[in-house]
């Protein structure tokens, strides 16, 4: 059985919640100026699709409090209505335990092996079944009682039509919008409490999940990988890594037994072409 030495180490690198969001996007921005790669995921689940929807809106949301015009609050409360679109689907929160319960069992697997670090990996275990605890607690379907804010749920009727949440329409809306951006900020933060324990969960298991496996370099021969992945592995996201300046992009296709990843050229407004020459890459198989 392999090591996974990234999950050992990551009780290094985990942002604490207390963490200010100021503090998580000026690293993000740091990594982004000096970072020469980019990554190209594919989950091989639904229920990890959903996950990084989720992880991707509270980072918007996040993103945007930090401004102090109307557009950064407008686009703030756009994010949250997505969040709650999501969460329309009662099943994520039955999702999260689940997943939660199946990396702790596999975690204990490497309890008694040799070069681990037993206190951080009992840390990283206890976080899991602390959270697992707390959303069963939680009673009814997560972001019920925002039903009852008569401002978000007109807000998110008018936001199924194209353009259709503007004053004219929610004259409630234009009024909240002027209200002091204080005002406004400390709003949002109040409807996000609803999904703490979620974000928290989220953000948890897909740092575990990425980091659970390191990198190997392969070769895409004249443009095209094939790869038959391991049955008796629990593989969740496949991870493509090329530099920024590479002209070409991967279309990566596939489920839990196989998978394809294509290398396209861009060819402005008409269909991308599949590249003839060979492309060194970075792959992660995320299996935990």
């Not at 194209?162 to 919008?177: E, F, K, R, S, T």
């Not at 493509?240 to 050229?265: C, N, Q, W």
Request: hydrophobic share 40%; glycine share 4%.
């Amino acid at each position: 059985m392999q090591l996974p030495l990234k999950i050992i180490k990551y009780m290094n690198v985990y942002m604490p919640q207390s963490k200010k969001a100021q503090d998580k996007f000026d690293v993000l921005e740091q990594i982004d100026v000096q970072c020469k790669d980019i990554i190209y995921e594919l989950p091989l689940s639904e229920k990890i699709r959903t996950f990084i929807r989720l992880e991707s809106l509270f980072d918007e949301i996040a993103f945007h409090l930090q401004g102090n015009t109307v557009w950064h609050s407008r686009s703030a409360v756009n994010s949250f209505i997505d969040i709650l679109n999501v969460f329309a689907r009662p099943e994520i929160k039955t999702d999260l335990m689940k997943e939660m319960d199946r990396i702790n069992a596999n975690l204990s697997k490497y309890t008694a092996m040799s070069g681990v670090n037993t206190d951080r990996l009992v840390a990283v275990q206890e976080k899991l079944l602390h959270l697992a605890k707390n959303l069963r607690a939680m009673e009814g379907q997560i972001g019920q009682g925002l039903k009852q804010n008569e401002l978000i749920m007109s807000i998110r009727q008018r936001n199924s039509v194209p353009g259709g949440a503007l004053v004219m329409d929610l004259p409630v809306y234009g009024h909240w919008l002027a209200s002091n951006i204080d005002t406004r900020k400390n709003d949002i933060q109040t409807w996000l409490e609803e999904f703490s324990l979620v974000k928290e969960a989220v953000c948890l298991i897909l740092e575990l999940l990425r980091d659970s496996t390191v990198a190997t370099d392969v070769v895409a021969k004249a443009g095209f990988y094939q790869h038959v992945l391991d049955a008796g592995t629990s593989n969740q996201i496949l991870r493509v890594i090329l530099p920024k300046s590479a002209p070409y992009f991967p279309e990566i296709s596939g489920g839990r037994h196989r998978f394809t990843v294509r290398f396209l050229k861009p060819m402005g407004f008409d269909r991308p072409v599949q590249i003839e020459q060979d492309v060194s890459f970075r792959l992660i198989c995320c299996a935990l």
